[in-house]
């Protein structure tokens, strides 16, 4: 079994920071891409921002230049940091991984309970 665990979701000001974490625990060989994505009320999910093993890190537009996604291979930890927070980042923010639980394995998505972030005055 794989699990995803996250932590740093809250409530924060708009124009504030959270750091989102989700440590990956299990039987896990090996993880390529690790990923956040979120959903809003009445929404369906969205990408949020994904990081490939040794690759570089795909934004989603709305996000650019505010949100930091990195990774730390020795942990199978993901974090996201957020700054500058509006109104229209509140979500529940889900972590995903791809790994596989052998050398020789298939590839699977994984996901995360989810953390709920909210901005608001």
């Known amino acids: 079994q794989v699990q995803l665990v996250e932590s740093g979701g809250g409530l924060v000001q708009p124009g504030g920071s959270l750091r989102l974490s989700c440590a990956a625990s299990g039987s896990i060989f090996r993880v390529t891409t690790m990923g956040w994505y979120r959903q809003a009320p009445g929404k369906q999910r969205e990408l949020v921002a994904t990081?490939?093993?040794?690759?570089?890190?795909n934004y989603a537009d709305s996000v650019k230049a505010r949100f930091t996604i990195s990774r730390d291979n020795d942990k199978n930890t993901v974090y996201l940091e957020m700054s500058n927070l509006k109104f229209e980042d509140t979500a529940v923010y889900y972590c995903?991984?791809?790994?596989?639980?052998?050398?020789?394995?298939?590839?699977?998505?994984?996901w995360g309970q989810g953390t709920q972030v909210t901005v608001s005055s």
């Open positions: 990081l490939p093993n040794g690759g570089s890190a």
């Open positions: 995903n991984i791809v790994a596989t639980k052998y050398i020789l394995g298939k590839y699977t998505a994984y």
